[in-house]
T-cell receptor, first 114, second 110 residues
Framework: ETGVTQTPRHLVMGMTNKKSLKCEQH?????MYWYKQSAKKPLELMFV???????ENNSVPSRFSPECPNSSHLFLHLHTLQPEDSALYLCASSQTGQGSYEQYFGPGTRLTVT | GQNIDQPTEMTATEGAIVQINCTYQTSGFNGLFWYQQHAGEAPTFLSY????GLEEKGRFSSFLSRSKGYSYPLLKELQMKDSASYLC???????????FGIGTKLQVIP
């Protein structure tokens, strides 16, 4: 247990569906991240939030829409996805300011788009 | 641009020592992380090096050379549970500027 939880753990959705991924951190951190992990590719940073403000958006298609209502919760809203969006989606949190900013990851959501 | 290069796979014997090399290029550099990721699990933090040299933490050490753009973790007295991917990860400026390498899949054999 890293103190970061994600739901659901597995999700299968059609290309016309709308679904949301949820992440919650219990570590008192003030930054949260969404990553995509595909086979044989490095972790790809999608979005970063600090104190509920989005501070990084790495050219992610608009069919992915993040939401950070408070510093403990992060959502990723999905709509009209493509089969190539099938991947493991990882949420992470860290503290900003002084220090090493090491990230604590949730277990991930395994997404399959059919 | 930013680039991280590490071998995709390595094999080592239980009880041995293994070093996983990582080279990187970046226009800005704050420090280098190593994360461990077991198959089907999330990455977990191992180390963060800012200054040149070797930092030791039990069976695990991590080395950094900023001038050469080079880092490695050193795992001693290898155990079967050390079989995992090791992710070389660059911090190029602040908490939000983190780039992960593809990871080196280490297999420990008896």
């Amino acid at each position: 247990e890293t103190g970061v939880t994600q739901t659901p753990r597995h999700l299968v959705m059609g290309m016309t569906n709308k679904k949301s991924l949820k992440c919650e951190q219990h570590l008192g951190h003030n930054a949260m991240y969404w990553y995509k992990q595909s086979a044989k590719k490095p972790l790809e940073l999608m979005f970063v939030y600090s104190l509920e403000e989005r501070v990084e958006n790495n050219s992610v298609p608009s069919r992915f829409s993040p939401e950070c209502p408070n510093s403990s919760h992060l959502f990723l809203h999905l709509h009209t996805l493509q089969p190539e969006d099938s991947a493991l989606y990882l949420c992470a949190s860290s503290q900003t300011g002084q220090g090493s900013y090491e990230q604590y990851f949730g277990p991930g959501t395994r997404l399959t788009v059919t | 641009g930013q680039n991280i290069d590490q071998p995709t796979e390595m094999t080592a014997t239980e009880g041995a020592i293994v070093q996983i090399n990582c080279t990187y290029q970046t226009s800005g550099f704050n420090g280098l992380f190593w994360y461990q990721q077991h198959a089907g699990e999330a990455p977990t933090f191992l180390s963060y090096n800012v200054l040149d040299g070797l930092e030791e933490k039990g069976r695990f050490s991590s080395f950094l050379s900023r001038s050469k753009g080079y880092s490695y973790p050193l795992l001693k007295e290898l155990q079967m549970k050390d079989s995992a991917s090791y992710l070389c990860t660059m911090n190029s400026g602040g908490y939000q500027k983190v780039t992960f390498g593809i990871g080196t899949k280490l297999q420990v054999i008896p």
